[in-house]
């Protein structure tokens, strides 16, 4: 894994394709890992991997393009009923990440608020319906 910026959090998440894809293509349970950058001069960035003990991800997000994070979504999608869905909003993509347990959800969007700078009263406890 990355070395330098701070693990802020760190587990498993379902991550989805992009957007044009979330109907046909299989949510995937990939490793992810917020780092803080702030100490050491890097970015801020999530990264995610094939498992926890690959060495290089398969994507890294800088948060600096995040632009919201939203708590509490539901899919219209039967394997995603009653799940802890959340997105992580980007100039360039919506991740939408999964769970294993509400608390998790709401421990990754704390973080990633804190990160960013987002009040998560103001950003991350909203429901949305996505088809």
Same mark, same amino acid.
């Given at each position: 894994m990355s070395g330098g910026a701070d693990v802020v959090c760190a587990g498993w998440l379902r991550k989805s394709p992009p957007?044009?894809?979330? +109907? !046909?293509?299989?949510w995937k +349970? !990939?490793?992810? /890992?917020?780092r803080s950058g702030r100490l050491t001069g890097d970015p801020d960035v999530l990264e995610y991997y094939k498992h926890d003990h690959a060495r290089k991800p398969i994507r890294i997000i800088n948060m600096s393009l995040c632009e919201q994070v939203d708590a509490g979504l539901t899919f219209n999608k039967k394997d995603l009923d009653s799940?802890?869905?959340f997105d992580?909003?980007? /100039?360039?993509?919506? =991740?939408?990440l999964v769970a294993d347990s509400e608390e998790d959800m709401n421990t990754w969007v704390r973080c990633i608020c804190d990160?960013?700078? =987002?009040?998560?009263?103001?950003?991350?406890?909203?429901? %949305?319906? %996505?088809t």
């Open positions: 957007e044009k894809k979330l +109907r !046909r293509y299989a +349970r !990939r490793w992810f /890992v917020l799940s802890y869905v992580v909003r980007t /100039v360039e993509r919506v =991740f939408y990160l960013c700078g =987002f009040n998560p009263t103001d950003h991350g406890m909203t429901t %949305h319906t %996505h």
